[in-house]
């Protein structure tokens, strides 16, 4: 009893110690391992500021309702909030978000300018890019060979295919194509808009119809489930990042479709298996390159109504400047500096031949064009493996349930899509989009 | 007098709290059911009549929201009763180390839902590195690939591994006390243990059973948790019950008009369940 | 003798094997995390670390995250318990012919899906400056589970004779006297029963707990959702993170069993 007694009053204590005393800001972010980083290296933000941060650790789906519900109700729980290039046009546009302003040492023009235009609204900067990323290729080079093939810098669809099959085939347990199958429009939602893309597709005309019945998206979807379903690993309807991530860590994959940050993932030693194995291409491209790798940045922004605007500027700031970069690279090294940012990083000698991958991801980023032109055909929207209007996020998250039901095998191709043109064309009309 | 007034007085406030807690809400629900109204767009907010239920009752997912609550609800309920009976009459027997084996045996009914779920779906369900994929490997099998092809099945398991810890706690107390006299009459008259079983033992347990059906009922309604870790509903809408749809529209979509209507369609259908379950099991109850 | 240790043999057997999954888990959170996938798994044959929760610890403060499940949910069971008592009384010891349509209705509320009426609460939580407060949660969680609470106290004061409170009254005891000095300590294992669910429900509740709370007042259903998708490898961590969310209820649970089901079964067993 004597022991539980005093077990409780130094539990007690400890609370009681740790009441802030300095200002205090809260932040909202997803559990991506190079923001877990950053929790880590708060100390290092207080002990230059006296600012306390108090971190909000969440899945990313449930921080984007929270975060949503918060912002929308005026809420008022969060200083900074974590989000992406999705919503910081639709945000900022309606005012909920604080425009951000920098002193001169932060230097915004070295923020890469696909990234910078996809954060800013007439040139207002309306969220800082803690990491960007693109999409492409992340492929086993000791199983592409083994097979006899060989990986194009930027291949096409058939080829990838080809290659999948060799691997699968020439090995036991490894699949050849790992790819996002997981429902919601950030998961398999994004990857099947870039394979639309590249096979002529997109979301929606110019008068908002959408084209999910399009026959560019029944070619684009059919190759889709037909890869995954020959060449990937089981359970590729229900796999999105973080389960493709570990599959090819564990060495199950012979090649991975994903965002450009992972390279630092598959690449590093303490995590991954196949580290010393892996290389890179450019995402594949079908009947067009246009549109066939994503552009995609996790930012950090400031809620319209926080009441401490100048702490929560300061801690965007600290984590999106270059001294951050050099801060992760002292402790960690290089290869793990959140990537994707800064155009210095990109003239770093250090980082160029720590990071083998730091060309490819470059290249892939300075290629993602979210603009209107950013289709084989004209887009009436922003974003490239999104539509940046606010209905989007439901519509394709439905959408996005189909077609994981088409490659679970539950219903055909065909079906799928006529569903998802079904469930899009409502949803448009209930919006006003379209009569 | 007194004995009226008083009792009344001191419901009351409980009443009327609960009430507010029930009509404040629910009223605003109702409210928000008959406009136009986004989270996206906050400030637009019109007056649209009955539109947004006939979004809900005639979106394809609700039929099939309504049939899986139903499949879901109803198996976790013959499961967790079938093995709950079992494991109940087996550790009311006389055995080796029985207080440990009790305690072991109702343990995932404290765990987290969210938990559970995490749990199953990571270390057993994964198709490639599972302990169902290894076990399956060992007969020369090869993986199931759960959450894709049986994904309702999953869930149920998932779930009724959950509640069927709370039916053998109940009905192991409740077999404690069952009359033993009468149990030795019957087997002197020749009964058999199944015929013990059938006559003397289940009618005792019909009670509790009725019990359990209530409780369980209840919460199954709502299950949200398993779901949402698990399959998000998917794949296509094979595990999306009403609970689900809703909050899709809610969480997902920003929709909170048709939520709104969602949640009283639901509300209604739930009052309807909770007279036909109670007309149902009420008289054991009593 | 054979036929004990045959159902020694079953009974343990199956109870192994409904614990197993938590028994996996508590196994996998003492392994690395490459030890976690190994094929065929390692069941006993692995250096046991306990670099996972320092990992975790590291990550989130575990302490202040379990000291608002605990506030929340023994905070929720006792304000429960002070509005469900003397409705509960009033309806088991002076019913009316609405008793039985009120207990329905009661227990209907619980059937609503939360999220219905997620963004009316928390648009009130923001006008009452409730969101992420202790207080908030407290007082959802305790409506949440009033119903059942009603219910459970409802069934468990029916199985005390009248006459006993009756004999009381006419004694002059006050209507607050009878309830606080009589009839608490009468049905004593039933209240402890009750509050005892109470108490594992709200610790369990994943969905009010998340949405409503963000730093302040996050108890270990928050904690638990930064770990709920994987990162690289992350089984091993998300069994130990898994392993100290659920321990504590866990252990509660089995210290109090037998208290929890004897009011659990309405009265029915003596």
Redesign the interface.
Known sequence: MNIIRTAIASIITLFVSTIAIAETIKVATVNNGDMIRMQGLTNEFTSKTGINVEWVTLEE?VLR?KV??DI??KGGQFDVLTIGTYEVP?WGGKGWLNELNFSASYDVDDLLPAIRSGLSIDGKLYAAPFYGESSMIMYRKDLVAKAGMTMPQRPTWGEVYDIAKAITEGNDGVYGACLRG???WGEGGAFITTVANAFGGRWFDENWNPQMDSPEWNAAVSFYVDLLQNYG??????NGFNENL??MN?G?CGMWIDATVAASFVTNPDQSKVHDKMAFAQAPCAVTCKGSNWLWAWSLAIPGGSKKVDAATKFIDWATSKDYLELVASKEGWANVPPGTRTSLYQNPTYLSEAPFAEMTLNAINTADPSFNGTLKKKPYMGVQFAAI??F??IA??VS??I??A?????TVEK?LK?AQKIAA??MK??GYTK | MR??L???L??Y???T??FI??A???G??IY?SFLRY?????DVREFTGLLNYE?FLTD?AFLEALWNTFVLVFSVLIFSILFGTG?AV??N??????GL????????????????A???K???M????G?FA?LLSLFGLG?I?????VPMISIIIIVS?QW??FAT??L???L??VDKDQLEAVKLDGANNFQAFRYVILPHLS??IA?II??E??FL??I??EIF??????????TTN??FL???E???????GI??A???V??IL??I???FL?KMIGKN?Q | MKK?II??F???L???L??F??L??II?SFKTEIDA?A???LFFSFEPTLENYGIVQERSNYLKFAQNSVIISFGSSILGLV??I??A???A??PTKRTKG?L?W????????????????Y??FRDFSLLDTQLGIVIVLC?VN?P?M?WLLY?YFKEIPNEILEAV?IDGAS?LQEILYVLVPLSLPGIASTSLLCI?LA??E??WTLNLTSIDAAP??TF??S??S?EGLF?AK??AA?TL??LP??F???FT?KQ???G???G???
């Open positions: 789906n309702q949503t519900t929308t109700t639709i997981k429902p919601g690993p089981p359970g590729a309807s229900s570990a599959l564990e199950k606010p209905e996020q439901g998250t439905s349930q189909q994981s039901s490659l679970a095998g539950k219903i799928a569903n409502k949803e209930k919006a | 004995s009226n008083v009792p009344k001191t419901s406030p409980t009443i709290l609960l807690w029930m404040v809400p629910l605003m629900t928000f986004s989270l996206m767009y906050p979004y394809f494991f087996l550790l027997q006389n055995f080796f180390g029985r084996a009790r305690v072991l045996a109702i343990a995932p009914f404290f765990i987290m839902p969210t938990v559970s995490l749990i199953w990571n270390l057993f994964n198709p490639v590195s302990l290894w993986p690939d759960w959450f894709t092809h591994w069927t810890p706690l109940i192991l107390t409740s404690q006390s009670r509790p019990i209530l409780i009922t209840i309604l709502t949200f948790a870790v698990t399959t998000t509903g998917g794949p296509g809408l094979a009403l609970a809703v909050f899709t809610a969480l997902l979509k920003f929709d909170i939520a709104s969602g949640g009283v639901v509300v739930a009052n369940a909770a007279f109670v109850l | 004990k159902i020694t079953f009974a343990w199956f109870s192994l409904i614990f999954p938590i996996w888990m996998t996938v094929i065929p798994p509005l469900s003397p409705i009384w009033s309806m010891f002076h009120t329905l009661i227990l209907s509320t619980k059937m609503m899906p939360p999220v219905g009426v997620l963004i009316p609460i648009l009130i409506f009033l059942i009603i069934s009254r209507t594992v610790w369990n994943a969905f270990l259903t638990i959702a770990y709920s994987p089984y998300l069994s898994s969310s659920v209820v866990l509660l649970g089995w069993q929890l089901v004897r659990l079964t309405f029915a067993v003596k």
